[in-house]
């Protein structure tokens, strides 16, 4: 793990720098860094700012430190002097730079003062209410462990608000999101405190409201998400599981998709939600019979042009193929055809053509027919053009591995065809990659190419021979 140092730790070697070697500001702040670098101390949390720093290396009062010491004093303290709107726009101005501007505020009380000021301004002032919002917003951006349980709490007090204007709500849904990515425990507990009931109260009274439908779906998404590494597992299925079958959020996401075909942002955001929702059989099944699968197709369809759209689309599209009568739909709806049609005009993006193959590997894991119908449309080029374009990718090596694998794993009749447009030298290639070994080996072994596969146990006591079979 990289090293850490303080701000004032930083700002002693830059004011040494100036007094003992007679550096100018800018001279000493760049030796400083080298010197941390070269040490190995991370330096994403430091404020390097010339403008802070006096000739003679003194630190002047970071504007920052000011303006929050303004806002907690009793408003009542000094009227005259007292103007919140311009230390409020500090403090966001400052957030919105770098996350060390805002790792600094937060060190410098920032989240106390704002929530203070925030439960001042809500019935007070509405606008310097909104303003503060939007201040902690940048304020808490990346930074979730700032908040406590009494934030949390109010936060979700303001959520529950049906009083809240547009503006309000959106703000409040995007402050709540910024604290559940990347945390866990804060997820936890706003959960608890009904959010997948507020989020999918909000989005169905507002779907009118583009802004407030996308934020609302990011937000839900971010509930979905494992990606804290502090906990050994997180609760994503479940907030999944719970968003779908207590908010009936299948049904209102895609009826809301149906208000928003000539607004591709929006169903991008609704496309890329679903696709994290549809964690279980049934749930797949169900965005088919609600008439999901036809409005998905005719998007894809109609925005084909449009990578935003191809990448959720072919999220989802991965996803919904995790159920067997649904894959079955999807191909029956040329569904296969889209996926390579998309790939092909967009193969120049690396994403798209990861999650293409993924779609791929899914649509025809099992089922031989749908192998016939890939073959049939070239979609054996289309995979190996990816591999070709994208050689140090590693996702879309391992993805186009894998449905190339599932392509022939039951249908060995394709491997020449395959064989042919030179799949094992690519492929042979991916094995270089890391991450991609274990699918490399099972697509050249399913093609009936040498491969040396091995056992790195015999079951010989004492011993841990390798053998090649």
């Not at 009227?79 to 501007?101: G, Y």
């Not at 000539?262 to 609600?290: G, H, M, W, Y």
């Not at 889209?338 to 798209?352: D, E, F, K, P, S």
Request: overall charge negative; glycine content about 4%; proline content about 2%.
């Amino acid at each position: 793990m990289a090293k850490q140092i303080s701000q004032e730790t930083f700002d002693d070697v830059v004011k040494e720098n100036i007094e003992d070697f007679e550096m100018t500001v800018e001279e000493a702040i760049a030796e400083a860094v080298q010197q941390f670098e070269t040490q190995g101390v991370n330096l994403t949390m430091i404020i390097r700012d010339a403008s802070l720093y006096s000739a003679d290396g003194q630190k002047s009062v970071h504007p920052v430190v000011e303006a929050l010491n303004s806002l907690s004093l009793d408003e009542k303290q000094g009227a005259e002097e007292f103007d919140p709107n311009k230390h409020l726009d500090i403090v966001r101005q400052e957030c919105d730079i770098d996350l060390s501007r805002r790792c600094f505020a937060g060190k410098n009380n920032a989240y106390p003062v704002l929530l203070k000021t925030l439960k001042n301004f809500r019935t007070s002032n509405k606008e310097m209410f909104v303003k503060t919002l939007e201040t902690m917003c940048s304020l808490c951006n990346g930074q979730p462990d700032l908040l406590d349980e009494d934030g949390a709490e109010y936060f979700m007090d303001i959520m529950k608000d049906e009083s809240n204007d547009e503006t309000v709500i959106a703000l409040i849904v995007k402050l709540v999101r910024l604290n559940c990515i990347k945390h866990e425990n804060n997820r936890k507990m706003f959960v608890k405190n009904d959010l997948i009931k507020e989020l999918v109260r909000i989005l169905t009274s507002n779907r009118k409201s583009p802004t407030i439908v996308k934020e609302v779906s990011y937000g839900l998404r971010c509930l979905t998400l494992d990606d804290d590494l502090r906990v050994p597992f997180g609760s994503a299925h479940e907030n999944a599981k719970q968003i779908v079958t207590e908010g009936d959020a299948l049904r209102s996401m895609l009826e809301i998709c149906s208000d928003y075909t000539s607004d591709i942002s929006v169903q991008r955001e609704l496309f890329s939600t679903l696709s994290t929702l549809v964690v279980r059989d049934e749930f797949c099944q169900e965005v088919k019979d609600l008439g999901g699968l036809d409005l998905v197709l005719n998007s894809f369809q109609t925005n084909i042009s449009q990578k935003g759209i191809v990448k959720q689309v072919l999220g989802l599209l991965k996803a919904l193929a995790g159920n067997d009568e649904v894959k079955i739909a999807i191909v029956k709806s040329e569904g296969l055809q889209l996926i390579l049609a998309g790939m092909t005009q967009h193969q120049g993006n690396a994403h798209i053509a990861a999650v293409g193959c993924q779609a791929l590997a899914a649509l025809v894991l099992r089922q031989p027919a749908h192998c016939a119908i890939v073959m049939q449309n070239n979609g054996h080029h289309v995979i190996l053009q990816t591999m070709k374009v994208h050689p140090n990718d590693e996702n879309v090596q391992k993805q186009a591995c894998m449905a190339i694998r599932n392509i022939v794993a039951r249908t060995r009749d394709h491997c020449t065809a395959i064989l042919e447009m030179g799949a094992e030298e690519l492929i042979n290639r991916a094995r270089n990659l890391k991450s991609c070994e274990d699918e490399a080996k099972a697509a050249l072994r399913d093609l009936d190419c040498q491969v040396d596969l091995k056992i790195r146990w015999t079951g010989e006591k004492g011993s841990l021979a390798q053998e090649a079979y």
